[in-house]
Structures are given as structure tokens and as C-alpha cells.
């Protein structure tokens, strides 16, 4: 469904309207009254509407700048603050309830959580206004074999130095939704080899 929100408005009314004619069509051939009206209706509105995307500007418009533009998204709020130093850190961002949410995926053994997709981590940095990642980690523990590096996640090539985040379970009540969720995020200076 993801490749129809890029296709063009006009494209999609054109075949519709292919489809619309092709049964205009068949209930002539038929001679059922009681849907010609209807079928008639259905072929007037999309060659109406697919004539006012022609002539306007709106011919470039795509299903997806249509969706965003009825329901558009809404930005969410993080509640953090931020602590800089002492040390080797340049920076320490926590958060607070509502946490935000990621994206992971459990490995085969089904033992620890990885980030396959850095979307929702790209999402937070953004909003931080700090560079996003370029790839997926896996869990550090699994990396380790250390239980104090459950529920970490470290990226060495990180362009302000090396960017590690820690997860925690989230809960909403309301819902009894549970879910993995941002605790903090801490930026330490790259020590050079």
C-alpha cells in the first residue's frame, strides 16, 4: 500500500475512470436501470474531478500529500532534560513519561532486542537537533555477553563522538499497552587511537 501514496492523484483517477467506463459500459449492455443512474454518477464525478486536476496545479499532488493534508501529523513532545560533562561526556539527554517509543526487533535466540531500523531513533535525534545514525546496532549485551550491557545500544561512528542510548519498558494504562521506550541518550568525546 506504501508504493500507492507516491503515485500521482491523476494516474490513480485515470484508471479509475477506465474502470468506471468499462462498467458504464457493461450495464448498458445489460440493460440494468436501476444501476445506470448510479454507474453514470460514479463516471461524471472521477471525469470531473480528473478534468480539475488537469487544468490546475493540483496535478502533481500524490495520495500521500493528500492524507497529510486531511489528517495532518502531529509532532510528538518529548520531556527531557539536559546535563552537559563532567568528564569525557558532551552531553546526557533524559527523559520523562511520555517516553518516547522504538523500534526493535528480537534476534533469533530471542534473547535480545536489536535496532534493525534507526527511524524512530532518527525521529528523537532530530527533534534533539543532533545528527542522526546511519545504520541499525544490535543490543551491547549480546555483543558482550554482559548482563550490565542489557538494554544498551552504542554507536562508535557517531559524527559528535560516540552516541549510546539505553531502552527501558514503557507502560500506558490507559491501554495496558506496554512497550520499549528511550530512557537516556549520552554523547562521549571519540578518543583518538
Not at 532486542?113 to 549485551?141: A, C
Request: net charge positive; glycine share 4%; charged share 25%.
Amino acid at each position: 500500500m506504501e508504493f500507492l501514496a507516491h503515485i500521482p492523484l491523476t494516474a490513480i483517477l485515470s484508471v479509475l475512470l477506465f474502470i468506471a467506463s468499462i462498467w458504464l459500459l457493461v450495464i448498458i449492455m445489460q440493460k440494468r436501470s436501476g444501476y445506470m443512474f448510479r454507474a453514470m454518477v460514479f463516471f461524471l464525478f472521477v471525469l470531473l474531478a480528473l478534468i480539475y486536476l488537469q487544468q490546475s496545479d493540483a496535478k502533481k499532488y500524490t495520495l500521500n500529500d493528500v492524507r497529510l493534508a486531511l489528517f495532518p501529523e502531529t509532532q510528538p513532545i518529548y520531556n527531557y532534560h539536559k546535563e552537559e560533562g563532567p568528564g569525557d561526556i558532551l552531553a546526557s539527554y533524559y527523559f520523562t513519561d511520555p517516553r518516547p517509543r522504538i523500534n526493535l526487533s528480537m534476534d533469533s535466540a530471542g534473547k535480545y532486542f536489536h535496532i534493525n531500523d534507526p527511524s524512530s531513533i532518527n525521529r528523537v535525534l532530530s527533534h534533539l537537533r543532533l545528527p542522526s545514525v546511519k545504520s541499525g546496532v544490535r543490543e551491547l549485551g549480546s555483543i558482550t555477553g554482559l548482563d550490565t550491557d542489557n538494554f544498551v545500544y552504542r554507536w562508535d561512528d557517531y559524527p559528535k563522538g560516540t552516541l549510546i542510548i539505553y531502552r527501558t519498558q514503557c507502560r500506558k494504562r490507559e491501554r495496558l499497552d506496554t512497550f520499549n521506550c528511550l530512557e537516556r541518550i549520552i554523547i562521549k568525546k571519540k578518543y583518538r587511537d
